[in-house]
């Protein structure tokens, strides 16, 4: 296996790893939300912010190592059009991760204190969960056009 070939196959494979945490992420998040249940929306969003930790944060920080290195090693300049929207689409989603990450951190926290204090979780919190969710789709959506750029690869 050449190293081009083994760089693609583990830039491939950060990749899919990134997305499906995403899309594990919004769909287990939206449910919690729907669902109500104030046990339930602290346990999945304890298990979210492990997830983002462990899964989303190791492979978007990897991601541009192997894609610089992709770009290096199949000869491709940086300056490509479609390279530089890429790393533009992707520097948002990042940005985007953020806030995205604090809202999940500040969930589950008040969701933990709710259930040892027996209380509801109150209207903030309520719109909290509603930010996280539409937040991760627009993250899901601006990653899905990244994918994109990088599998056409116009010029």
């Known amino acids: 296996m050449t190293l081009y070939f083994l760089l693609k196959t583990i830039h491939g ?3 899919a790893v990134l997305l499906g945490a995403v899309l594990v992420g919004l769909f287990f998040a939206y449910r919690a939300w729907k669902g109500g249940d104030l046990q339930q929306i ?4 304890s298990s979210l912010v492990r997830l983002d930790l462990w899964f989303i944060a190791s492979s978007a920080a990897l991601l541009p190592l192997t894609g610089l290195a992709l ?3 199949g000869g491709w300049p940086v300056r490509q059009l479609w390279l530089l929207w890429s790393a533009g689409l992707y520097l948002l989603a ?3 991760w953020l ?3 604090w809202l999940q951190v500040r969930i589950r926290n008040r969701a933990r204190k709710a259930l040892r204090d027996n209380q509801p979780l109150g209207p903030q ?3 909290h969960l509603a930010w996280r969710v539409r937040l991760a789709v627009f993250v899901l959506g601006v990653l899905v056009a990244v994918y994109a750029l990088m599998v ?3 010029l």
Not at 42 to 45: E, I, N, R, V
Request: proline share 9%.
């Open 13 to 15: 494979l950060l990749a």
């Open 42 to 45: 602290a346990l999945t969003f």
């Open 71 to 73: 770009a290096k090693v």
């Open 94 to 96: 990042a940005l985007c």
């Open 99 to 101: 806030p995205l990450f």
């Open 125 to 127: 919190i309520t719109a």
């Open 152 to 154: 056409i690869k116009p």
